[in-house]
């Protein structure tokens, strides 16, 4: 038989060292996230490679609304998501979704776009994964396309 002093009280306390090793394990826990997040860094290949794709930008007569940082932020040194998925099914399937007049559900209708559109994208793959240059091309010389920017 159990007797009322061995009934912990409900006001019983938690020990002091209980919250003491749970403080240093979320403060361990919290600077080693900091040091591991490596995040999406900018290199100097990343910049140089954001500068060429300006400049290629340029060349071709597109007008080049970003910064070298915004464009090395996003593509980074391997082309990111471009590279990554281009000359997938999907990848290509939302390509020429974006390529409609707009409009969504029954009313959705692909449109004739203009090639100086898709030249953009071209670029981005030949300066990023020239790899896939010739499967991309092959995507876009597919699409219907037509002289309608009016200059």
């Given at each position: 038989m159990s007797s009322v002093a061995d009934i912990p009280s409900p006001h019983h306390r938690h020990p002091t060292w209980l919250y003491v090793s749970i403080?240093?394990?979320l403060v361990a826990l919290a600077v080693?996230?900091?040091?591991?997040?490596r995040?999406?860094?900018?290199?100097?290949?990343?910049?140089?490679l954001a500068q060429q794709?300006?400049?290629?930008?340029?060349?071709a007569g597109l007008p080049v609304f970003a910064s070298t940082d915004q464009i090395s932020g996003v593509l980074g040194t391997d082309g990111g998501?471009?590279?990554?998925?281009?000359g997938k099914d999907l990848t290509d399937a939302f390509l020429k979704l974006q390529l409609s007049n707009g409009a969504g559900g029954p009313g959705q209708r692909?449109?004739?776009?203009?090639?100086?559109?898709l030249k953009g994208g071209l670029l981005i793959v030949q300066t990023y994964?020239?790899?896939?240059?010739?499967?991309y091309e092959d995507f876009v010389n597919k699409l219907k396309t037509k002289d309608v920017i009016k200059q």
């Open positions: 403080i240093v394990v080693w996230g900091v040091i591991a997040y995040g999406h860094k900018q290199t100097q290949q990343a910049t140089a794709l300006q400049q290629s930008f340029e060349q998501a471009v590279c990554t998925d281009s692909p449109v004739l776009v203009d090639s100086e559109m994964c020239p790899d896939k240059l010739q499967s």
